[in-house]
């Protein structure tokens, strides 16, 4: 997944950041943004984004919300929540701000 952002011109900031509310799979940034990602895999793309539940969602805000309170703009940091599909063949969909707080 690292990659693809990469390849896209962000800049890596964090693997699995770990908060008191729980972890975040990969934190990436660019220049204007911190992007959150959340990695599910199953079997097809479908079964692992029906593997992300309202209550790990709220738990991924929250964390995020630490993550945040870090840089230097606080919390009116510009973030986006991505979702990365993995299905079995290891094949990956990224979706673009999936989740909104």
């Keep these: 997944?690292?990659?693809?952002?990469?390849?896209?011109?962000?800049?890596?900031?964090?693997?699995?950041?770990?908060?008191?509310?729980g972890e975040i799979d990969l934190v990436m940034r660019d220049a204007r943004q911190v992007v959150f990602v959340e990695?599910?895999?199953?079997?097809?793309?479908?079964?692992a984004a029906e593997r992300l539940l309202p209550r790990q969602m709220a738990r991924l805000f929250d964390t995020a919300c630490e993550f945040i309170a870090t840089?230097?703009?606080?919390?009116?940091t510009e973030m986006r929540f991505d979702v990365a599909?993995?299905?079995?063949?290891g094949r990956v969909e990224i979706i673009e701000n999936?989740?909104?707080?």
Excluded: I, N, W
């Design 1 to 21: 997944m690292a990659r693809d952002y990469l390849r896209r011109g962000y800049k890596f900031a964090a693997h699995r950041f770990r908060g008191k509310g």
């Design 71 to 76: 840089e230097p703009e606080g919390q009116d």
């Design 39 to 47: 990695v599910k895999q199953s079997r097809s793309h479908a079964r």
């Design 85 to 89: 599909l993995v299905d079995g063949t």
């Design 98 to 101: 999936a989740l909104t707080p």
